[in-house]
């Protein structure tokens, strides 16, 4: 076996390294504090101008024209406000930040203790040898010790460019320790494009060179993703409105002062307006403009940019459990609008662990266990399988290398899974590794040149006579067109393979669902522009079954009912294509398998009519991949991608979505948007429900929070004309605020992810708005009957009879109970936001924390009538005078009912959710 021999460092060693040398993590970058952020916010504009008017307020309240009471409680209130909003986006930003960083930490595979680990980088030390491998990303500076790489080294130079490294020669001293391009000299945080090698670390951590430009390398795109475009958008609108609406509230207000309680007299209009009654005047100016910004602030929805923040923290362990890991905003908002999905079969609608099933030899017979096999071919064929293989035997059984080289070599442990115990395993020949092919997706084979020793074995003496030995695997269609003779079972060379019959038997194996790799070996060497050799001679071909996942067939189902149209990417021939895809479902509805080959002769205008059609791309090819998303993009379709290999990355970064396996190389995660950690298809259909989710959480979020605007605008800017100053006072509406920003956040950021959102609707389109004609019936309709709910308890004189002490209506009882009624009616509407549906309990209890936040906005509300007093122009109420208020806020509920029942049924057909 390649790399037979490498210990590496033993469990004292690493503790002794790490004690002399540190360890391999980098500091962490620096991050906006929580008061850095609370000082961010206290340097908005309005804020500014709201602390000026605050103090004009102090100073008449200290010469008797102003309550110095309000002023305070203003000025608390705008802090309290402000703090809880930036603790509570802190808080949330810090926890996805941390759970993204913990969840997507790089590993490698490390020898250590005679045997393959694979360990977190972070915890590389000082002398390990680090397997490498393409799709790698090399943890720490070092030299290669055995074999060579193409290494992309863009994170440093910029370069997208592959630079070659080899092994250095004896006695090695590098000159510039920071020369990338020292073929002898591999760096932290380039990834392998190309090459297997062992690299010897020498630098680890702030040691390395990427360590040390670490804070200069830190990735400083921050990319708005459509749905934060779309609020940020909503957000501007609105706060536009509300600077109109609050001029007009302002204005209103004066009018009032100067106009109305002056009896429309002109006289005392003027007396109003002189020099000497200047404090009067201004107090009412100072405070027409503490009204307009508050109002501002109640009507701005600063909540929204910090919505999403929120709900993908609170959604982030749930994900995570459902082993989805968000790398970019923009992925999983995405995901829940997906139209067309590639998917890889192998490891994802497969288990991609590999089962041997059997071995075809060239004659051609089937053997169905390695021992099966005569002895001389069956020696030659451990030979071969051994040799070619970066695969090992550990202790749990065969370890790294790829899944069909750990196959093979478990095809020859099959019987004895030890090399002490089984001769097959264990080398019985002295050989160099001369030259290599890797195998990649491209070309569909791999080769490896080895020099013999002058005693090697007898039965390879039939292959070679020149000491020298290639062995080829690959796909059977690529080797076999190359194949002139084959081994019999007594290891002698025969001319006149049969290719027609032994294709016959691989057709059958592969309409059973089994992968076939063919083996072969030749005298000749390596050619120089890594063409596959001449003259091989066939040694035979593997089976071996990857088998289906058992919830990849429920979650294709659930993928096409949700919409998407689900197309199978497979590099099998088209017989093992049709079997998988087959029992998997990805072939009803007149869907067919087409190759790769066939795709290509396709004109761009033809592939775009057949895309709806295709249900399989057999022997694809990584270039096929971004030809198809830029095909269904021109569409208008929203695409999905998913990749684990190197050849993978450019097809995941051009994809709306790209999703990279977990078990994938770290280009592929890099250029994606989502990983999905235990690369099951499963996974993918929760990522497109989170994505749903989240979509539909923001959009409950913002049907409350501007039915809450819509009324309190309304019910502000009439006060005056019905001869109330603050029908609402600045304080209470401050406390508004909180409500429908801060604590709405919180209740609406946690609603449950449930399967209907699959199973009975549509993607979103790329362009839907994000306030839909639903949302604006609920918003207008339920806000405006909240204003005249509350203009109604203000007017009629029955209303003022309830709230009565010693026998009289009490004008502060009144107000009390007016300020609670408005908020009880905001907090009942919050139901009336969560669903659509008639049932407003409809899974209410997948969200605890909506039901936790409307109890607390109660409890809070009814404490503040006894605690707030003067600030908050509150008394007690009693306890007959709280069920009034309580059931008569209630009514929005069976108002919106009746919403729903009389408009629901013809929104839902014209405009259905």
């Given amino acids: 076996m390649k790399f037979e021999g490498i210990s590496g460092l033993n469990s004292r060693q690493v503790e002794e390294s790490r004690r002399l040398h540190g360890t391999n993590e980098l500091p962490p970058p620096e991050e906006e504090s929580f008061w850095d952020k609370l000082k961010d916010n206290f340097g908005d504009p309005l804020i500014k101008i709201l602390c000026v008017a605050l103090g004009i307020t102090m100073f008449l309240a200290l010469i008797g024209y102003a309550d110095w009471v309000e002023g305070m409680g203003i000025a608390v209130a705008v802090f309290l406000a402000t703090f809880v909003s930036t603790y509570s986006e802190y808080k949330n930003e810090s926890s996805f930040r941390k759970l993204q960083e913990e969840a997507s930490r790089a590993e490698n595979n490390v020898f250590r203790n005679g045997q393959l680990e694979k360990i977190h980088a972070a915890d590389v030390v000082v002398g390990d040898q680090v397997l490498l491998q393409a799709g790698d990303k090399i943890p720490a500076d070092g030299e290669l010790s055995h074999g060579d790489l193409h290494v992309n080294q863009v994170t440093l130079t910029g370069e997208r460019d592959s630079v070659q490294k080899k092994v250095p020669s004896l006695g090695f001293v590098p000159e510039d320790k920071s020369n990338f391009f020292d073929e002898n000299l591999c760096f932290r945080g380039t990834v392998i494009d190309d090459g297997e090698a062992i690299l010897k670390v020498h630098s680890i951590g702030s040691k390395t060179f990427y360590g040390q430009l670490h804070d200069e390398l830190k990735d400083v795109e921050d990319r708005e993703s459509p749905l934060q475009g779309k609020l940020s958008d909503l957000a501007d609108g609105v706060a536009n409105f509300a600077y109109v609406g609050a001029s007009l509230i302002a204005v209103s207000f004066m009018f009032k002062q100067i106009v109305l309680d002056n009896n429309y007299e002109l006289s005392k209009i003027l007396e109003y307006l002189t020099y000497s009654n200047w404090q009067v005047a201004l107090h009412d100016i100072v405070t027409s403009v503490i009204l307009a910004i508050i109002v501002i602030v109640v009507a701005v929805p600063e909540g929204l940019p910090m919505m999403i923040a929120i709900v993908l923290s609170l959604n982030m362990r749930k994900l995570l459990k459902a082993k989805v890991l968000v790398r970019k905003l923009l992925g999983i908002e995405t995901a829940g609008s997906l139209n067309i999905l590639f998917v890889d079969k192998t490891g994802t609608l497969t288990k991609g662990v590999f089962t041997p099933t059997s071995f075809i030899s060239g004659a051609p017979h089937n053997f169905q266990s390695f021992l099966e096999i005569p002895s001389v071919l069956r020696s030659v064929l451990a030979f071969s399988i051994r040799e070619s293989t970066s695969a090992f035997i550990g202790e749990q059984g065969p370890v790294g290398g790829n899944a069909s080289d750990r196959a093979l070599l478990q095809f020859l442990a099959s019987h004895s899974p030890t090399p002490v115990t089984n001769e097959y395993l264990r080398e019985d020949t002295e050989c160099h590794t001369k030259n290599e092919i890797l195998f990649n997706s491209e070309r569909k084979f791999s080769s490896i040149q080895l020099t013999l020793s002058k005693d090697y074995p007898n039965y390879l003496k039939s292959i070679t006579k020149n000491n020298t030995i290639t062995i080829v695997k690959g796909a059977p269609d690529i080797i076999l067109n190359h194949c002139a003779t084959f081994l019999n079972g007594d ?294 009957f909240i204003a005249v709910m509350c203009v109604i308890a203000l007017l009629w004189p029955p209303v003022r009879e309830l709230f009565v002490r010693n026998g009289k209506p009490d004008e502060a009882v009144f107000l009390t109970a007016f300020f609670a009624f408005f908020i009880f009616l905001t907090n009942f509407n919050a139901f009336n936001a969560r669903t659509h549906k008639i049932n407003i309990f409809d899974h209410i209890f997948g969200n605890s924390g909506f039901v936790w936040v409307v109890l607390i906005i109660f409890v809070v509300q009814i404490t503040f009538t006894y605690v707030g007093g003067n600030v908050l122009r509150t008394v007690g109420l009693t306890f007959h005078e709280w069920i009034t208020v309580i059931a008569a806020s209630s009514v929005i509920i069976p108002f919106d009912l009746g919403r729903k029942l009389l408009l629901g049924p013809y929104l839902d057909k014209h405009y259905p959710h």
């Fill in 491 to 784: 290891g002698k060379v025969e001319r006149n393979l049969n290719v027609e019959a032994l294709n016959n038997r691989l057709n059958e194996e592969s309409k059973k669902g089994i992968r076939v790799i063919a083996i072969a070996v030749t005298e000749s060497e390596i050619k120089e522009d890594q063409s596959i050799p001449s003259a091989l001679t066939l040694v035979g071909v593997m089976g071996i079954e990857d088998e289906i996942r058992r919830e990849s067939g429920p979650a294709i189902e659930t993928a096409k009912r949700a919409g998407i149209q689900v197309v199978m990417i497979t590099g099998d021939r088209k017989e093992t294509a049709t079997a998988v895809a087959s029992q998997l479902g990805l072939l009803s509805d007149g869907k067919t398998v087409i190759t790769s080959q066939q795709l290509q002769s396709l004109s761009e205008e033809k592939l775009q009519e057949m895309v709806s059609t295709i249900g399989v791309i057999s022997r694809a090819l990584p270039t096929d991949k971004s030809r198809l998303v830029r095909a269904c993009q021109k569409l208008g379709l929203v695409v999905g991608m998913t990749g684990d290999g190197v050849n993978d990355s450019a097809a995941l970064q051009q994809a709306d979505v790209g999703f990279a396996m977990g078990s994938g190389s770290e280009v592929a995660k890099e250029a994606s948007d989502i990983v999905i950690m235990d690369d099951n298809f499963e996974s993918i259909t929760r990522a497109v429900l989170f994505g749903r989710t989240v979509f539909k959480s923001i959009r409950k979020f913002i049907v409350f929070q501007s039915t809450v605007n819509c009324a309190s605008l309304l019910i502000v800017f009439l006060g005056p004309f019905f001869g109330f100053d603050f029908p609402l006072t600045l304080i209470q509406l401050l406390w508004v605020n909180l409500v429908m920003d801060t604590l709405a956040a919180m209740a609406f950021g946690g609603e449950p992810a449930l399967e209907r959102y699959m199973t009975e609707e549509k993607p979103i389109k790329r362009d839907e708005a994000i306030i839909s004609v639903q949302m604006w019936s609920s918003i207008l309709i339920n806000g405006f």
